[in-house]
């Protein structure tokens, strides 16, 4: 359904949109992650069991250092009785210590293991449900949402943005609880062994979070610049890639490569200053860890000298001090992710809380009985407010006939198929089906009447008898072969390497255009619905099979009343009513003879028509 184009966002060089999620101020960050996290509230259970075994193999392996320095004070110890000829070293005594924090750091990497393990169940089981409703929440959102954006852009909210929501939320999930964990315990830990050496160690921690802050200030637009442009790119080569061959035709190779790297050069800025952010906490984090850990260092060994502590803890204290730098730094790593985590996580969201299309009518109507008499009482509508494309239609038409719908381009014929279908909704008048108006049906139940062939042909990557058995699933190979013969293109099926069992690839490139139109009549002749819409249904074949599809939906349509669009108007000659758009309007109604006969604007492009063939 082509024909109504309207522009309803800025749009650049080969129709590409540039709306990616939303605007560029600051997001709501805190209010995303609570989100996200209420979105996760079905895994709480499971969210309990992982944070308990992260807790507990963190603190098992913070046990480890402070049992490790007592076998070196025990080495220790012994070597001075040794040499001082007073005792010797106790093996023994350092073998079970040993042994102990062996123990303690296989129960440590047991409990990491199991969290990790649930962990990962949980974040694909977000993603899994996320990319679930995605797809649900797409049958349910207006035709408008997607006709105002790139497929490129929707798909990035189904790939890009939850691949990243999946695997940040993986790693920093467990990173936070780990070295949260991680830092309380070992700053337990390190009181126990030395007060004054804690608190100078203590000092980095005011100049850590300084540099924290400072990143998480000015890295969140940079990711959330780098997710928005990545949707773009994406959209960009959706788009030209499946418009590769126009390209190519009209020689716009540069123009779309230099498109292209404007929008790839503000990815790359972007995701450069991000990452730029996330890998420069690692280096400076290490240098402040080290200064710390040279000050702890020295105050050690003043401690050791006046005998305050042993030299065990000396060396437990090290470790610990290493352990907790470690943690802060992961904690800053983790900041970034989260940014990442938020940003992703934010236009999903977007996508999820769009307006939806209502789809229940309080009470519906039964389309059990219904013959299918269409009226169009004094409609109007525009896709904008501001500009109204139908301004007062008005037609009845009877159960059974056959009605043409003409005009020139962007007179609003495809636009009276979307208001019959509740595509769109009338702004005023009402669209009625046997004297129901269309919004007292259910949105599915409604379309159950229709049966639709479009200018734009639409197949998918599967066998020609998935294709045609999809306008009725339950049809079997004998009614899908009777819908081909009744569309003439049963035997170019046969001539193909499988016959009805070929393959169409992705792309459907396989078969021509006119092939492709047949089968989608195909399609509707097998589905045999009350009301039947051919939207330009045989623009893409040649005149021959033009004259046998017309025969096919001549048959098609008796008995039903159909909906024909058409631009050659030869085709519509026997329709038992035509009606004649103009700017919205009806201007002229009745049949073929009765038209011509008015000599008005019906004749007019009639003959220029005739005039036309006769001059070829």
Avoid at 509 to 531: E, H, P, Y
Wanted: net charge negative; glycine share 8%.
């Amino acid at each position: 359904m082509s024909e109504e184009r309207r522009d309803v966002r800025p749009r650049g060089p080969m129709g590409h949109g540039h709306g990616m999620g939303g605007g560029e101020k600051a997001k709501d960050f805190k209010g995303t992650l609570r989100k996200l996290f209420r979105y996760m509230d079905k895994y709480k259970i499971r969210f309990l069991f992982m944070l308990i075994f992260a807790v507990a193999g963190t603190v098992f392996s913070i046990v480890g250092p402070k049992i490790l320095g007592k076998a070196t004070t025990e080495l220790f110890n012994g070597l001075v009785a040794k040499v001082s000829g007073t005792g010797a070293i106790n093996f023994t005594r350092i073998g079970e210590i040993l042994l102990g924090v062996l123990g303690l750091y296989l129960v440590s990497a047991c409990f990491t293991f199991i969290q990790g393990f649930v962990m990962t169940g949980i974040s694909n089981d977000v993603t899994y449900s996320m990319r679930r409703d995605i797809s649900k929440k797409m049958h349910r959102m207006p035709m408008k949402y997607f006709e105002s954006r790139t497929h490129g852009e929707i798909l990035s909210r189904v790939t890009n943005d939850v691949d990243t929501l999946q695997q940040s939320l993986n790693q920093s999930v467990t990173q936070l609880i780990t070295s949260v964990t991680m830092i309380i315990g070992v700053l337990v830990m390190m009181f126990s062994i030395n007060v004054w050496m804690t608190l100078c160690a203590l000092l980095i921690l005011p100049v850590s979070m300084g540099i924290i802050g400072t990143v998480m200030k000015h890295s969140q637009k940079y990711f959330r610049g780098q997710q928005k442009y990545l949707g773009e790119v994406n959209g960009q080569i959706e788009e030209i890639y499946a418009g590769h061959s126009i390209v190519k035709a009209f020689n716009k190779e540069e123009d779309v490569v230099n498109v292209f790297e404007e929008t790839n050069q503000k990815l790359y800025e972007s995701a450069w200053k991000s990452q730029f952010f996330s890998g420069i906490m690692m280096p400076v984090m290490q240098f402040v860890g080290n200064v710390g850990y040279v000050m702890v260092a020295l105050l050690g060994g003043y401690f050791v000298i006046q005998k305050s502590i042993e030299v065990g803890d000396i060396q437990s204290f090290f470790q610990y001090i290493r352990s907790f730098t470690q943690p802060i730094t992961q904690v800053a790593q983790v900041t970034n992710m989260l940014q990442s985590t938020a940003a992703a996580a934010e236009r999903v969201f977007e996508f999820l809380d769009e307006e939806e299309e209502d789809q229940l009518a309080e009470n519906p109507v039964n389309i059990a009985n219904l013959k299918g008499n269409v009226e169009f009482d004094h409609v109007a509508f525009g896709y904008n407010p501001e500009h109204v494309v139908i301004h007062d239609f008005s037609a009845e038409v009877k159960d059974g006939q056959k009605v043409a719908i003409v005009g020139p381009t962007g007179a609003g014929k495809t636009t009276m198929v979307k208001l019959l279908m509740r595509f769109y909704d009338v702004n005023k008048g009402a669209v009625k089906v046997d004297g129901h108006n269309v919004q007292d049906f259910h949105r599915s139940q409604l379309r159950e009447m229709f049966g639709m062939v479009l200018q734009d042909t639409w197949l998918f990557n599967g066998t020609i008898m998935e294709n045609i058995r999809y306008g009725r699933l339950d049809a079997t190979d004998e009614e899908v072969v009777a819908a081909a013969k009744a569309a003439h293109i049963h035997d170019f099926i046969m001539t193909q390497p499988g016959g009805y069992q070929m393959e169409l690839n992705e792309e459907t490139s396989n078969v021509s255009q006119g092939q492709k139109q047949l089968l989608t009549i195909a399609r509707a002749i097998l589905a045999d619905n009350r009301i039947l819409i051919l939207d330009e249904a045989t623009s893409s074949v040649d005149t021959r099979t033009e004259v046998q599809i017309q025969k096919a939906m001549d048959n098609l349509m008796e008995g039903r009343t159909s909906f024909v669009i058409a631009h050659r108007l030869s085709t519509i000659r026997d329709a038992d009513l035509i009606l004649v758009m103009k700017d919205g309007d009806i201007i002229e109604q009745g049949d073929h003879e009765e038209l011509i006969a008015a000599q008005g604007f019906y004749a007019g492009l009639y003959n220029s028509q005739f005039e036309k063939a006769e001059a070829v």
